[in-house]
Structures are given as C-alpha cells and as structure tokens.
C-alpha cells in the first residue's frame, strides 16, 4: 500500500497569503493524485487531479503541481471560503486506493 | 445534475452487519466507465477508501478490509450497496457515498455522508 504524507498538519495563514500544501508518496503515483477540500459538517469537494487539472468550477487560484512522489498544492491567495483541511489522494496503485492526513489551513 | 445520498442505520451493535445504501441520480452505472465508490472518515481523522462498483460489476476493494466488505449495485433502481461484517466500534465514522470519475479512482461528486456509530 502506498502511503501518503502530508505536512505540514496545520497551516496558519493570513487572507490574502499564498498557502503551499505538501504532499509526499512512499512510492511514485505517477501524476494520479487528486486534491480535495474539506469543510467542517460537509464532504470532501474535489479540486484537483491529475495532479495539475483543476476540476470544473475551481477558481484558478488553486493549483496543483508535482509527479512521482513529491506533490505540491498552492493557493496564490486565500479567500475567507479556503479555510479548511486539504487532503491528497493517489489513484496510481490500484487496488488500495490511499488519501493522506490532511492539511488544515486555518486562519493567522 | 449528479447526485447521490447514503441511507442506513445510525446505530450499529459491535459483531452486527452494516448495510449502507447510496441512492444516486444524474448518471446511470449501465453506462461505460461509470464507477461508484465508498469511503468513510472516523470522527476528526482523515478519508479511508473502502470500495468501489464499475458499470461493468468490476469491484475493488480496500485490501485491509476486503474481508468483511461486499459492494453490490442496482443499476434498475440506481442504487449501490456495501455490507461490512463484524462491526467494531473502531468503525464508527461517517460513510461517504461517490461517483468516480470516469474509471481513474478519484471522486468528483459525494454524498452528504451518514454517521454510523458502533456501540453496545
């Protein structure tokens, strides 16, 4: 099974900051890693896969970046609405697919 | 519009079986590359993959798990199906329904999620 990391746990960032999110593979995903948001009380939304597409209806201030096992999610400018926890997820090792811990971004 | 909503019992026994039903609309799971899955997430941890159900009855399952889960689908009442056995208060988490997105494994739309708590 591959297992994802994601650091750092918490990231204390001010509205209007960059916010970079990592994401590391114990094995290459190729670029079959997908990004999520979460918010407190709903589901996971998708915002990314294929590492760097942006999925329909994402604001182009999300981007994602990386291939093999180093993976990285940026958001260039935090809105109000972006607190919340991220979480990566590989789909390259097929049967066991594998979500990281999740990165919570909370305000500063 | 993609839809889909998770239904069952909020309260389980420890050593009982869990049905989950997820209920969706907007896509049918007779059409080519169409897949749903299952994924939950004990209270303030991270997602845990369960399962998952291909148009075409391909099932994948996580391998920690794989024992206790079956997922079946009802393409005529567009409906998905996972039972987990022997049920653990360790398995008390919310149960995520989803569309996959095409055959790859990542999941563009969710349900809303049900509570399932695991106690005596």
């Known amino acids: 099974e591959i297992v994802m990391t994601q650091s750092p746990a918490t990231l204390s960032v001010s509205p209007g900051e960059r916010a970079t999110l990592s994401c590391r593979a114990s094995?290459?995903?190729?670029?079959?890693l997908a990004w999520y948001q979460q918010k407190p009380g709903q589901a996971p939304r998708l915002l990314i896969y294929?590492?760097?597409t942006r999925a329909t209806g994402i604001p182009a201030r999300f981007s994602g970046s990386g291939s093999g096992t180093e993976f990285t999610l940026t958001i260039s400018s935090l809105q109000s609405e972006d607190f919340a926890v991220y979480y990566c997820?590989?789909?390259?090792?097929?049967?066991?697919?594998?979500f990281g811990g999740g990165t919570k971004v909370e305000i500063k | 519009q993609i839809t889909l909503k998770e239904s069952g019992p909020t309260l389980v026994k420890p050593t009982q079986t869990l049905t989950l039903t997820c209920t969706f609309s907007?896509?049918?799971?007779?059409?080519?590359?169409?897949?749903v899955g299952w994924i939950r997430q004990p209270p303030g941890k991270a997602l845990e993959w369960l399962a998952l159900?291909?148009?075409?009855?391909?099932?994948r399952y996580s391998p920690s798990l794989k024992s206790r889960l079956t997922i079946t689908k009802d393409t005529s009442k567009n409906q998905v199906v996972l039972t987990m056995t022997n049920m653990d208060p360790v398995d008390t988490a919310t149960y995520y329904c989803?569309?996959?997105?095409?055959?790859?494994?990542?999941?563009?739309?969710w349900g809303q999620g049900t509570l399932v708590t695991v106690s005596s």
């Open positions: 989803a569309h996959d997105y095409g055959d790859y494994g990542f999941f563009d739309y």
């Open positions: 907007g896509f049918s799971l007779s059409t080519s590359g169409v897949g």
């Open positions: 159900i291909y148009w075409n009855d391909d099932k």
């Open positions: 094995q290459s995903v190729s670029s079959n």
């Open positions: 294929g590492a760097s």
């Open positions: 997820q590989q789909y390259n090792n097929w049967p066991a697919l594998t």
